[in-house]
């Protein structure tokens, strides 16, 4: 079953990166239109300050504006290290620095922009590096006397200290920092002091003083109520977990713990997400429930193996699958990772400071002995995997199965896409010929024309005058022209009650001249207008599903997805990705 969960879990990554969106591309805007555009943005739009933020990059240096490039980096940098690009994040400040200097740009922007660059070494878990840019930015900060940020960077110092094994002398100093908080009040960013106060309950976690770190860790969150900064929420609420889980209120622990994963996903802000998932997991061994643990711990395992390779967190999550998987009964697994576990406290040795390589040698000699013994278990254990392997060959072919069919599934509908395409282009030709004199009904010229097999009407004869057919099309002609059928209110009374006539007369004229019910000619009007607009108008492609319905008359996306797919055999969401590789 273990396998299968892997598989499944595997075939879904797959059908999201197959689905995956393109972001729209913003041109022809001002510096300061894009700087707006670009502050008005949710953190959590990583994508979209990504897109614009390269925009205002490309345009402030067809400019000149140094100012604005460097915004752009500043912003690009942030944005990667929120999507667990850490390398990208460090070279955007880097040129972004670089550029401040060269430019002799004011000093405060130079103490800021490195002072971030010790920020992200800090959240990578490089504390040797994120040291050595605080005392930089310290130094310059000194030169010019900027206070802020003096008080910041002996601040971040501290964290540093907390994090690299003195918790102690780190809460000393952040104590002080607090104080003057408190004294300072407006003079800091609103964050400040709930970005402190995470700080000074993680230092009490470490030193096991748990009601201390209850406390500050409520006095944090009550900012967090008042001022949204999603990561230091997220970090807060992890903590909480840990607290619970010393006290080993597992459920509880588990409680936050979720609560900060979810936000993690709501802010798209992975940074912390590696080490809540092994915290859920851990929670998940401590309760006895091996198979959530390991199926939770492998998810971290994907993300820490991608986006931070050199985490402590990944050793942990070594760790934590090996005495996972020997709980389960499964001692080749569990000495893979414990070997494994073993290899990256080697590997982590190299990049860490003398304080946390002495606590790591330590702990290397203690697992060195566990896989001793799993080991000698591991020889004395029968091989009783020939089943599993049996269903993982099966498993594997049905999933090449799968995805074989997808391929062609989604060959036939390019090949549907380029016909539709090509109708559409003839008929747009044909519509601008001046051959064209007299134009009929809308319907009459759009690509999806529609025939229904049952009519509303019982019978084909016509029952009403000459004049009486003619009035009735005319005045179809004319709602047409109005684009009437693209208001959610246009049903067959309210068309009826336009032209003057009556909805069992305007349901026959449509039955016999069009052969099609009344509901069937609105949804090929509509269909119509989408397809031509879509294809012609970039912005308009840009729209969610749920706006494109709501423009075209339609109350649901659910609604206007099914009738898209009747009327042209596609989703709407993949005839515009396929609009977007066109264009």
């Known amino acids: 079953?273990?396998?299968?969960?892997?598989?499944?879990?595997?075939?879904?990554?797959?059908?999201?990166?197959?689905?995956?969106?393109?972001?729209?591309?913003?041109?022809?805007?001002?510096?300061?239109?894009?700087?707006?555009?670009?502050?008005?943005?949710?953190?959590?739009n990583i994508d979209e300050i990504i897109s614009i933020s390269n925009l205002l990059y490309k345009t402030a240096l067809e400019s000149e504006d140094v100012i604005h490039m460097i915004l752009a980096l500043e912003n690009l940098s942030v944005a990667n290290l929120n999507e667990g690009n850490n390398n990208a994040a460090i070279e955007y400040l880097d040129k972004a620095i670089i550029l401040a200097k060269q430019y002799d740009i004011n000093k405060k922007t130079i103490v800021d922009l490195i002072k971030l660059k010790g920020n992200h070494y800090f959240d990578i878990e490089e504390y040797d590096n994120a040291a050595n840019s605080?005392?930089?930015?310290?130094?310059?900060?000194?030169?010019?006397?900027?206070?802020?940020?003096?008080?910041?960077?002996?601040?971040?110092?501290?964290?540093?200290?907390?994090?690299?094994?003195?918790?102690?002398?780190?809460?000393?100093?952040?104590?002080?920092?607090?104080?003057?908080?408190?004294?300072?009040?407006?003079?800091?960013?609103?964050?400040?002091?709930?970005?402190?106060?995470?700080?000074?309950?993680?230092?009490?976690?470490?030193?096991?003083?748990?009601?201390?770190?209850?406390?500050?860790?409520?006095?944090?969150?009550?900012?967090?109520?008042k001022v949204k900064i999603d990561n230091i929420h997220i970090d807060l609420l992890m903590h909480r977990g840990i607290i619970y889980k010393q006290r080993e209120n597992y459920?509880?622990?588990?409680?936050?713990?979720?609560?900060?994963?979810?936000?993690?996903?709501?802010?798209?802000?992975?940074?912390?997400?590696?080490?809540?998932?092994?915290?859920?997991?851990?929670?998940?061994?401590?309760?006895?429930?091996?198979?959530?643990?390991?199926?939770?711990?492998?998810e971290s395992l994907k993300i820490l193996t991608e986006k931070y390779s050199n985490s402590d967190e990944l050793s942990i999550c070594y760790k934590l699958l090996g005495q996972s998987y020997k709980k389960n009964g499964d001692l080749a697994k569990s000495n893979e990772y414990y070997e494994k576990h073993i290899l990256s406290l080697s590997k982590l040795n190299n990049k860490k400071s003398i304080a946390s390589r002495k606590v790591q040698d330590i702990t290397m000699k203690g697992y060195q002995s566990e896989i001793d013994n799993l080991e000698n278990q591991k020889k004395r254990q029968k091989n009783r995997l020939t089943y599993s392997q049996i269903g993982l060959v099966i498993f594997g072919m049905s999933l090449l199965v799968i995805l074989l069919l997808f391929q062609k599934v989604k060959k036939k509908n390019k090949k549907k896409f380029e016909a539709l395409f090509a109708q559409i282009e003839e008929r747009e030709q044909v519509e601008n010929s001046s051959e064209v004199i007299n134009k009929s009904i809308a319907i009459n010229q759009g690509v999806i024309d529609t025939k229904d097999r049952k009519l509303d009407s019982q019978s084909n004869e016509l029952d009403i005058n000459q004049e009486l057919y003619d009035q009735i099309l005319n005045g179809l002609k004319k709602v047409e022209g109005q684009e009437y059928y693209l208001k959610t209110e246009c049903n067959l009374y309210n068309v009826a009650k336009k032209i003057n006539t009556n909805t069992s007369y305007l349901s026959k004229v449509i039955n016999v001249h069009f052969n099609k019910n009344f509901n069937t000619y609105i949804n090929d009007l509509r269909i119509n207008y989408a397809i031509v607009r879509l294809k012609n108008d970039s912005k308009f492609r840009s729209y969610s599903i749920k706006s494109i319905a709501k423009e075209v008359g339609y109350k649901s996306a659910d609604s206007f997805s099914k009738y898209f797919k009747i009327h042209t055999g596609l989703l709407p969401s993949f005839y515009i990705k396929q609009l977007k590789t066109k264009k």
């Open 1 to 44: 079953m273990r396998f299968h969960h892997f598989f499944i879990v595997y075939t879904l990554l797959i059908f999201n990166q197959i689905t995956a969106q393109i972001d729209e591309i913003l041109v022809d805007k001002s510096i300061d239109d894009i700087r707006f555009q670009l502050e008005a943005l949710e953190e959590n």
């Open 134 to 225: 605080y005392y930089e930015s310290l130094n310059i900060a000194k030169e010019i006397d900027y206070p802020y940020a003096l008080w910041a960077l002996q601040t971040n110092l501290g964290f540093v200290k907390l994090r690299s094994g003195d918790p102690r002398q780190a809460l000393e100093e952040l104590k002080i920092s607090d104080e003057i908080l408190a004294i300072g009040e407006g003079e800091f960013a609103k964050h400040v002091p709930m970005l402190n106060k995470a700080r000074i309950c993680e230092a009490y976690i470490k030193l096991n003083l748990l009601d201390s770190a209850l406390y500050y860790n409520d006095e944090g969150l009550k900012f967090a109520e």
């Open 251 to 298: 459920e509880k622990s588990l409680f936050y713990l979720d609560k900060a994963k979810a936000l993690c996903y709501q802010a798209n802000d992975i940074v912390f997400l590696g080490k809540i998932l092994n915290l859920i997991g851990n929670c998940k061994l401590e309760q006895q429930k091996y198979d959530e643990s390991i199926d939770v711990l492998q």
